[in-house]
């Protein structure tokens, strides 16, 4: 009996009458405790969405379908069919931006930023490419590969949650 109250006492379960009645345990890094319901999710600041403006009702803003928002997702990652196609980093976005973009307001912006990055990157390697032959080329080649592959994926992600004002940190804006 003794050893069932020591337990109880350490995690926190205090005796009200004859009613075991859960209390919360206090956290040593000084963070409140979640309420009831918390699903693990991350609250913008202030909880509005994204696509809302400052200001600007629920109602108001722009309504995109689920639709709209997975070709706006696959014209980022059509880029990664470069993999499997020569020159597919361009000619992925491409296509599907051509198909979609007259029909969706989202896939034609999300599409020209594609290309835009993917262009960029492009570009990137052709300097890569001299100074390969001062094996320095060869780091950036690299470097630059792997840092398309993941802003890529951050891409298509964020326009996934619902980030539709996303864009590439790093790209030449030659489609406007």
């Known amino acids: 009996m003794r050893a069932a109250k020591s337990s109880a006492g350490m995690l926190g379960l205090?005796?009200?009458?004859?009613?075991?009645?859960?209390?919360?345990?206090?956290?040593?890094?000084?963070?409140?405790?979640?309420?009831?319901?918390?699903?693990?999710?991350?609250?913008?600041?202030g909880g509005a969405r994204p696509h809302v403006q400052k200001g600007e009702k629920m109602?108001?803003?722009?309504?995109?379908?689920?639709?709209?928002?997975?070709?706006?997702?696959?014209?980022?990652?059509?880029?990664?069919?470069?993999?499997?196609?020569?020159?597919?980093?361009i000619l992925g976005p491409l296509i599907v931006w051509l198909i979609k973009r007259a029909e969706?307001?989202?896939?034609?912006?999300?599409?020209?930023?594609?290309?835009?990055?993917?262009?960029?990157?492009?570009?990137?390697?052709?300097?890569c490419i001299p100074l390969a032959f001062v094996l320095i080329g060869f780091v950036l080649m690299f470097v630059v590969g792997i840092g398309a592959l993941i802003l890529t994926i951050m891409a298509a992600v964020k326009v996934s949650n619902g980030d539709f004002e996303y864009k590439y940190p790093f790209a030449l804006r030659l489609l406007k």
């Not at 859960?22 to 699903?39: Q, S």
């Not at 803003?61 to 880029?79: F, I, P, R, Y």
């Not at 969706?104 to 300097?127: S, Y």
């Open 104 to 127: 969706m307001p989202m896939v034609d912006r999300h599409g020209k930023e594609a290309l835009n990055f993917q262009i960029t990157v492009a570009i990137a390697f052709l300097i």
């Open 59 to 89: 109602s108001d803003a722009t309504q995109v379908s689920k639709d709209e928002q997975n070709w706006a997702m696959g014209c980022h990652l059509a880029a990664l069919s470069g993999f499997l196609v020569p020159f597919g980093t």
């Open 14 to 45: 205090g005796i009200m009458g004859s009613a075991m009645v859960a209390a919360p345990l206090p956290r040593r890094d000084g963070a409140r405790a979640r309420k009831a319901g918390y699903c693990g999710g991350v609250r913008r600041p």
